[in-house]
Each structure stands twice: as structure tokens, then as C-alpha cells.
């Protein structure tokens, strides 16, 4: 089973941006374990700051992979693009977000690429990659 994760904007910075929010942890080292949890997966994983690279990641590996993890961060709230690049491609997408987005600020409490993916996930930390995983397979 071949899965791909997929981080939007700033997710580079975790475990160094806003940790009250997000928590101490870098991705590489969640990553890492996450591998080692389930060695029968191809866990693939990218990260861009750009909504157009996250459409072509999207295009890419949306008609070759079992699954598609996506935490599109700030994307998530204004991108028709994304959302049509989901609905774009025959691998089923999970949305993922670390934080509670409905126990923050309003803007955050609208999802533009919800209706276009198989299910969400929030407010677990990075535990929620995982769910997702699991939901996929
Ligand atoms: C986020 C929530 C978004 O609102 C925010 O813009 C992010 C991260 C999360 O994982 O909690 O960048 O997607």
C-alpha cells in the first residue's frame, strides 16, 4: 500500500512555530516512527509552502497511490484550487489538521476542501497522521 502525506504552509516549522499550538515536535521524527509502526506501508512524504506545488504533488501521485494524508494549514480555508485538485484525482484524501481549528479564531472554521475529501481529522496533534493512516487502510 503506497500513502502519501502532504504538508501545506509553514508546516516545515513544527516543533518550533506557535508549540502551545502545534506541540515540541518536529515532523521527521513523528515520520520516522511512524515508518517503523508500519514497515508493510510506503509511507511517502512532502511539504511545500506553495498551494500550485501542492496541486502538482496532488496530480502526481493521485492516480498512482492508495491514499493521499493532506494538512493543507492555511490553504485548507481559502483554496478552491485544492479543492479541485482533489476532486480531480481517484485517490481518496483524508484532511488532517493537528490543532482544533473550531476552538480557534472563526476564519478558521471554514474548511474549503472538506466536501472534496473522504473524511477530516482534528485536534489530536500528530497523533491524527496516524488516524488517517489507519482510516485509509
Ligand atoms: C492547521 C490549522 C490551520 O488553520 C493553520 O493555518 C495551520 C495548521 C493545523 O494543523 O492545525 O497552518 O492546519
Redesign the pocket.
Given at each position: 500500500m503506497k500513502i502519501q502525506i502532504i504538508n501545506?504552509?509553514?508546516?516545515n516549522l513544527l516543533g518550533v512555530r506557535e508549540p502551545e499550538?502545534?506541540g515540541n515536535n518536529d515532523f521527521e521524527h513523528f515520520l520516522e516512527q511512524l515508518r517503523k509502526d508500519y514497515p508493510e506501508i510506503e509511507i511517502s512524504y512532502y511539504q511545500s509552502n506553495v498551494e500550485g506545488f501542492m496541486i502538482d504533488k496532488l496530480h502526481e501521485v493521485g492516480f498512482a497511490y492508495d491514499g493521499i494524508i493532506l494538512?493543507?494549514?492555511?490553504?485548507?480555508?481559502t483554496s478552491v484550487a485544492l479543492h479541485d485538485a482533489i476532486r480531480s484525482i481517484p485517490a481518496p484524501v483524508v484532511e488532517?489538521?493537528?490543532?482544533?481549528?473550531f476552538q480557534?479564531e472563526a476564519f478558521?472554521h471554514h474548511s474549503m476542501i472538506s466536501p472534496a475529501c473522504k473524511g477530516v481529522i482534528?485536534g489530536f496533534g500528530l497523533t491524527?497522521y496516524r488516524l488517517a493512516l489507519e482510516a485509509l487502510i
Open positions: 501545506g504552509p509553514n508546516l499550538i502545534y494538512n493543507a494549514g492555511a490553504y485548507t480555508h488532517v489538521h493537528i490543532s482544533n481549528v480557534r478558521r482534528c491524527g
